[in-house]
């Protein structure tokens, strides 16, 4: 299987880097840099040009939603019709893409960069025109770093960005948070991420593993006004569910937007 790889940013290379072995692949950015290091990281081939890419089975689209119109504009016509596309770009959707390229086998995946340590998570959605062997074959690439979820409503994709696809950052600037405040309390820089991080990753082996909701797990640690109560008890006052939604809700919207 031979798969181009246009746009090879933070995302790209998350999705990309623990497929090695399993295809042959071609990797183009504007810069060249990007393409370089993950076609080092694949031992695949980078591309200078895009008109120089061989023909592959399958093109993964891979860079900003903003610059996809002009992308479209180099690539239309490049792409063999027996080509599968897939895209990795937020709100963009399948009729927009089969438009824009002439293709009609378009699959859009909303991944996240968890995949690079083989924890991701890919949300999934073929158009028609893509067979099911295909989507066996994409889906067991994936599933080389991500566990997939295929979905039969389009729509579904823009509601999961902001949870699963955006979802990481904020578990990293909760960290950011934490740790910052530890070291404020007199613990060193080092040990207060190194702890934080270990906190975080065993608690979601927990939500992984425990048959239990994670409101029941949340409990499980928390005693009536103890420690761990008095904390809960500011974010509840503080609205944190309300800002949570907002969050999300503006998350949800921009996605929506990027699809016009």
Do not use: W
């Not at 959605?125 to 770093?145: D, N, Q, Y």
């Amino acid at each position: 299987m031979k798969i181009a790889i246009i746009g090879c940013g933070n995302m790209a290379y998350a999705l990309v880097a623990p497929m090695k072995g399993m295809a042959k692949f071609y990797t183009y950015s504007p810069s060249g840099i990007r393409a370089s290091v993950l076609a080092d990281e694949v031992n695949g081939t980078q591309f200078e040009e895009l008109a120089k890419i061989p023909a592959a089975d399958i093109y993964m689209i891979g860079c900003k939603p903003q610059q996809f119109e002009e992308l479209a504009k180099n690539i239309r016509g490049l792409i063999p019709n027996s080509a599968t596309v897939i895209s990795i770009m937020a709100g963009i959707t399948v009729a927009k893409i089969q438009k824009k390229l002439n293709i009609e086998a378009v699959i859009r995946t909303m991944p996240n960069t968890p995949a690079i340590v083989g924890r991701g998570v890919v949300a999934l959605h073929s158009s028609c025109a893509v067979s099911p062997t295909i989507v066996e074959k994409i889906t067991k690439l994936f599933e080389s770093g991500s566990q997939v979820f295929s979905f039969d409503d389009e729509s579904m994709i823009d509601v999961i960005t902001p949870f699963s696809g955006s979802g990481p950052a904020y578990l990293f600037e909760l960290g950011r948070i934490f740790s910052e405040q530890m070291v404020q309390m007199g613990v060193s820089s080092e040990i207060a991420q190194k702890m934080i991080a270990q906190t975080f990753a065993g608690s979601a082996q927990m939500m992984v593993s425990s048959e239990k909701s994670f409101e029941e797990l949340r409990t499980d640690v928390t005693s009536k006004n103890g420690v761990t109560y008095e904390a809960l008890k500011v974010f509840q006052d503080s609205g944190l569910p309300s800002i949570a939604k907002s969050a999300i809700d503006a998350a949800y919207s921009r996605a929506k937007e990027l699809s016009l």
